[in-house]
DNA sequence: AATGAATGAGGTTTCATTCAT
DNA sequence: TATGAATGAAACCTCATTCAT
């Protein structure tokens, strides 16, 4: 999280806590429907049910507030890690479920993370924010490539490190793309066959199918 | 572009259209220098130094201007396209010459295809216009893939739109990662070779080279 | 009054109130010095004693003080009303006593009687606010000439509609004329002999007097 | 007409004529249309089929272009006058006939009268030109009055002075009340006779009809 | 903690008028 | 005389933030 702006003070009494709980779940829905540019202090403190002024009360900012609302969603909003763990010998199965963790997740608060990159574009602050998150996704993915390359289950010819950020790029635009801005009813399933797919030629990972 | 949004009437006279030129040309240094929404109209005309009011005498408002500095640089700033004919008989060598040509635009470009993804999160006009330049990109991109894949060039198993969607945004938001974000020297050869590999191999496109 | 005009929701504390109130004053020293036009919100504030900004705590718009300045004077301001409650049963004396009153204020409000008439020409919301008045003025006076005609103490032959319009301009125009065009120092009670006399030779009302 | 504002220079060529009154049209059919305020003298200028600057060929500014307009219409604008003259002997007749010609030239141009009275509010020229045209009015009327009071055809308990300013401004306000305000249709005929009825009858001029 | 009034910086846009050609 | 580009003053209003109660 962006260093200490998120709140001015650390809140003490229970109401202190449930007012800021109301304002942040207040302040997600006014960012998401007017952007964060157009969204008024004035309506955030409405929609959570207390005086204009009480919001400095909660959070020293309106940068404050957003930090705090992407807080929310930040367990939900890792990026897709291509661990092996997570689908135990097969690395198809584990660069599947990574898209789909992230898919979903994406999915699930895409208009947070339109608002997220609409944010970053001008503020410093959340453009750090968005970078650390890519940075370590895309270095444990050129990790993973390595790993891959070594073991001869990767096409060796490529960068791992230009590789590791291409194919994250082309699962978090593809979301964008259809979450954020064609806001268009997908079949999640067949759009993770798809990228996954899409990702494992792209390495030449192995896999069952004949070519 | 944004049809209407510069000014309606072709300027008349060669010194109208002199100031005309200075002003997109400042608007341009501005906007990069400062970004979109802090781009002050007095700053852009006193770079092109003229009066302040002249400003509109030339341009409706900010956006018309913005609008204006980006049909200057249309043409440069084609997607790529993978059109075989620009590459002999070879596939592969499309998809190169495709990515070449996008890539090099991009990076000569880069802080204006920053700013455009910074105004197209806030402004609807301009939103329209990105999503037709990606639409039509992305459109004639399935369309080679159905053909490769109906020569048998091209995995079958995928879906040509959504394949198309994702290695489109694939090379356009590394190129973004790359140029705007991080504003790294880059090799460009590198890049375009990991970049072309990554995308034949995505599709399965056939290449000379044994895996 | 212009319903929505004045900030929506009353003011709640007193000290919102007490600045409200020197706002009001404020305006309405401006408006009558500079004119509405030429009045600048920056004087308004400055002259309440408050911030520039703090004008638009109170009021939405220039429109809007000014409807306030205008509600404070509304009492004083009615048209003069041919009741012959009023003067028991001498109608002239009625006529007598409903000029004087409407003159009395006239003059009181002189300059504010002259705004309201320039900013009538210019703003639908005043010119509609100015004929309200006037309307609600000349049907009284209606009903009144038609009753004093059935009583045979007007004369028939006039059309009651019209001379309703006739005798209320007759008064309004003329105190415009000396009260805001001329400024000049009036003898109150001459003028208001005259117009009375006026009045009621003009409906041939019944007097004690000889021709 | 206020001072030498009408034009900067006096015209010479017959083109320079031509374009002149061309202007004069344009302007009165713009202002009629905005409003003198809200007329732009871009508008006007291409309403007369030049160019922008041509405008300044003509008119020092847009004052002098009003005040051009206001000139053509002066003959047909000339207050009413009891001018025994105009109707033999019979005052009466003379009250009536400088009525009619009076509200017939009112209606003709009533959206001119009615700018006159916008502009007159905000700007001293023509302030001061409405107000030459109404006191030569009044004074003439004073004078009569004054002489059909020595002849014991007028009552003679009435100030002459504000008689003079009171009928006056009956018959003019409320022409404007009914051709600027209600934009009524109005059986002229009818109104006539009203206002020269209640005319005669506030000076008690004897006339024909018993009371 | 909560309230809500007060603060004040800040930039866009219009358009009458001027002026070089 | 006509053109039309250039000029520049001028003020409104918003709203994030502060602060007295």
Redesign the interface.
Known sequence: MPDGSSTSTTPRTPRAERTRAALVKAAREVFERD?F?DARITDIAEAGGVAHGSFYTHFASKDAAFAAVLAEVQEEMLHPQMDAADAGDDPVRAVEAANRAYLEGYRHNARLM?LL??VA??NEEF?RLR?RR?DAFVQRNARTIRRLQRQGLA?R???PN??A???S??????A???FV?DQAEVDLD??IA??T???T????MPSG?K?
Request: cysteine-free; overall charge neutral.
């Open positions: 952007g540019v339109g990159e609409q574009t001008t453009r970078r890519a096409d010819a490529l960068d230009v590789a950020i291409a194919v790029s082309m699962v978090s635009r593809t964008y793309t259809l801005i067949a759009l798809t990228l797919r899409l990702w030629n792209a390495l030449r199918d070519d």
